[in-house]
T-cell receptor, first 113, second 113 residues
Framework: KNEVEQSPQNLTAQEGEFITINCSYS?????LHWLQQHPGGGIVSLFM???GKKKHGRLIATINIQEKHSSLHITASHPRDSAVYIC???????????????FGKGTHLIIQP | ETGVTQSPTHLIKTRGQQVTLRCSSQ?????VSWYQQALGQGPQFIFQ???????GRGNFPPRFSGLQFPNYSSELNVNALELDDSALYLC????????????FGPGTRLTVL
């Protein structure tokens, strides 16, 4: 079982729909990142959070530390939101040196006009 | 614009050869992480450099090595290339490691024949 699990793997929706992507993790973390990857590889950081909720434009990210769960929401979705959305966890520092991010497999989102 | 650049964009090598990939971090960032992303998979952490010292490593063999220079640009070197090394190689820079916002480069697509 992966340490970071995302659902759904694929999501197709109509323009204007409210989108939710879920991320669950099985290890203690110090931060959770939501990233967006477009075809061709470029990755853009959307959010980094360790508690609560963050909002940027039409995007909202929440995290529940007790339940080890985070969600990314997109309101009023638009075809330009079509991309792969990835959650990535930074594991709690173990004292043995820095860890990089542990990535989920991503959610392929397609917004149809 | 992230300010993180990588070179080359694409590279084709043959099995057994050696390759050097380069990353120029965003100005002011003293931490760089390297990731390998196989086709259809999430990125996997290779290692992280902080102020020219390796301070964390993922599950990659020693033939994957790196350098970070005083200007915080960095290199990823891979010796004795194998077919499975074909992937997109991403670098990400930040000011304070994986608990800080990550700025990703566009990646280098390596093909090993």
């Amino acid at each position: 079982k992966n340490e970071v699990e995302q659902s759904p793997q694929n999501l197709t929706a109509q323009e204007g729909e409210f989108i939710t992507i879920n991320c669950s993790y099985s290890v203690g973390i110090s931060a959770l990142h939501w990233l967006q990857q477009h075809p061709g590889g470029g990755i853009v950081s959307l959010f980094m959070l360790s508690s609560g909720k963050k909002k940027h434009g039409r995007l909202i990210a929440t995290i529940n530390i007790q339940e080890k769960h985070s969600s990314l929401h997109i309101t009023a979705s638009h075809p330009r939101d079509s991309a792969v959305y990835i959650c990535a966890a930074h594991r709690m520092y173990s004292g043995g040196g820095a860890d990089g991010l542990t990535f989920g497999k991503g959610t392929h989102l397609i917004i149809q006009p | 614009e992230t300010g993180v650049t990588q070179s080359p964009t694409h590279l084709i090598k043959t099995r057994g050869q050696q390759v050097t990939l380069r990353c120029s971090s965003q100005s002011g960032h003293n931490t760089v992480s390297w990731y390998q992303q196989a086709l259809g998979q999430g990125p996997q952490f290779i290692f992280q450099y902080y102020r020219e010292e390796e301070n964390g490593r993922g599950n990659f063999p020693p033939r994957f090595s790196g350098l970070q220079f005083p200007n915080y640009s960095s290199e990823l070197n891979v010796n004795a290339l194998e077919l499975d090394d074909s992937a997109l190689y991403l670098c990400a820079s930040s000011y304070q490691g994986s608990t800080d916002t990550q700025y990703f480069g566009p990646g280098t697509r390596l093909t090993v024949l």
